[in-house]
């Protein structure tokens, strides 16, 4: 299963202010390519995860564990 840290997790889901994938995709945007945080492979992994899962219309986790239990499931179905 594909391992994102629960600080990162914890830092997106609060910088999310919308609280939805597409404002996820947005705070991921802004986390690519910058030196210090989440790495820029998960980064990329995740902007096409949360992409999937906003035309899905899988409903937005309502914690940082939650989401983190959803993009992991996520990511492990791309990374096999």
């Known amino acids: 299963m594909a391992h ?3 600080d990162d997790v ?3 889901f609060e ?3 919308q609280h ?4 996820l995709h947005q705070v991921l945007q802004q986390h690519k390519g910058k030196a210090e945080g989440i790495e820029d492979s998960i ?3 995740l902007l096409i995860t ?3 899962l906003e035309q ?3 409903p937005y986790p309502g914690s940082a564990d939650q989401m983190q239990r959803v993009l992991e499931n996520e990511l492990s179905k791309i990374t096999m």
Do not use: F, H, M
Not at 20 to 23: D, Q
């Open 15 to 17: 910088e999310n202010k």
């Open 10 to 12: 914890r830092q997106l």
């Open 43 to 45: 980064v990329d992994s």
């Open 20 to 23: 939805n994938w597409s404002g």
């Open 50 to 52: 949360t992409k999937q």
């Open 4 to 6: 994102i840290p629960q």
């Open 56 to 58: 899905s219309k899988q």
